[in-house]
């Protein structure tokens, strides 16, 4: 399954109204550390599916997303919580960081 | 922490180039390597070469390739002939007995009779005040991927060697104006770089100027102070953002203690082998090379490594490689 793609027209109804945190994966085609990271969102997404929503935001077809919270490097990791930003996660990370980061969320 | 029975012949930390080039070698002369990728303590998966775009000087690619097309050739190559791959950090080696052993970020044991240090190289940092503050926030080592979010904007660029000007002039495909800052007269360059770089209309320099300080808030840079090195006056330059190509630091901490560096922290091997100190242990690509740094070179000592490995297995282990 993996992440789910989301975009700057469905956002707000899939991320800023949803009832549990959602994880959104900032990225892009010519990003080479996010095709590190989004292996292992997908895996966050398949193993903590109960726990937290799980989404990417290609940030070349979605621009105004990105600009919307500050996007100036990615791979970038946000969490959102009753549809406020919650985490902010900058740059590649390995599976354990990434989980520890977001042991608020996980189960 | 989990451990499996099998020793490898040949395990290989490292997955740029120099690795991948040794994977080739080793599996082809049916070692059955298996290449440790790493994830992100010594850079990404795929090395530096995965942050770049166009390479146009690596042999047999008249048109060029970009980046991480080669290095996915590469592994693609060394997985046909019989490599395994894990991709995790390692984050403990003990190389003071054999087979060495070997464990990742998540616990795995891994144990091998000779192993291949491929780590590479990590950008080096300004560690001026503010840099850590503002990173990932307009301050970058990486202008392939966060270039895209100064479209129209003014970007300064840190180093004047071929990856400073390689940035500066990938910037100015979105950013309204590039700013070099070169803390000497002249750059490091090589000339075709530097003719390119003098030709673009959108990039400019500032010389004899070293950063002292990023300057911004709420998560955005707004300046970059900067000491003349001639007159030890300071000045302050607008920015909206600040790439660093300054060059880089071999990723050693694995073998702290335990394999010999030079005083500039590189790997040392016995030239023109790639042993090192410890038998059994071979060192190829950026971490023992601060001379020539390419993926062609990286490439070439990756080749050299496996083969020497291939020779060492060949005779046993033996201690002696005269």
Known sequence: MGATPVTDSDWDTEVLASDRPVLVDFWAEWCGPCKMVSPIVDEIADEQGDNLKVMKIDVDDNPGTARQYGIMSIPTLMVFKDGQLDKKIVGAKGKAALMSDLADYTG | ??????????????????????????????????????????????????????????????????????????????????????????????????????????????????????????PRRLDIPGEAELWGSGVSACATCDGFFFRDQHVVIVGGGDSAMEEAMFLTKFAAKVTVVHRRDELRASKIMQDRAFANDKIDF????????????????????????????????????????????????????????????????????????????????????????????????????????????AAGGDASHQ
């Not at chain 2, 003349?228 to 600040?242: H, R, V, Y």
């Not at chain 2, 500039?264 to 190829?284: E, K, R, S």
């Open chain 2, 206 to 313: 500032v010389w004899n100027a070293i950063p002292t300080e990023v300057n911004g808030s709420d998560g955005k840079v707004s300046s970059l102070t900067l000491k003349d090195t001639q007159t030890g006056e300071f000045s302050d330059l607008p920015c909206d953002g600040l790439f660093l190509a300054i060059g880089h630091i071999p990723n050693t901490w694995l073998f702290d203690g335990t394999l010999e560096t030079d005083n500039d922290g590189y790997l040392i091997v016995d030239q023109p082998t790639t042993h090192t100190n410890v038998p059994g242990v071979f060192a190829c690509g950026d971490v023992m090379d601060h001379t020539y740094r390419q993926a062609v070179t990286a490439a070439g000592t990756g080749c050299r490594a496996a083969m020497d490995a291939e020779r060492w297995l």
């Open chain 2, 1 to 122: 922490m989990s451990s499996t029975d099998t020793t490898h012949q040949v395990t290989i930390i490292g997955s740029g180039p120099a690795g991948l080039t040794a994977a080739v070698y080793a599996a082809r002369a049916n070692l059955e390597p298996l290449v440790i990728e790493g994830v992100i303590e010594g850079g990404p998966t795929g090395g530096q070469l995965t942050l770049t775009t166009d390479v146009e000087n690596f042999p047999g690619f008249a048109d060029g390739i970009m980046g991480p097309e080669l290095i996915l050739q590469m592994r693609a190559q060394a997985e046909r002939f019989g490599t395994t791959f894990i991709t995790e950090d390692i984050v403990k080696v003990n190389v003071e007995q054999r087979p060495f052993t070997l464990e990742t970020a998540s616990g795995n044991a891994i144990s091998t009779q000779a192993l291949i240090v491929a780590t590479g190289a990590k």
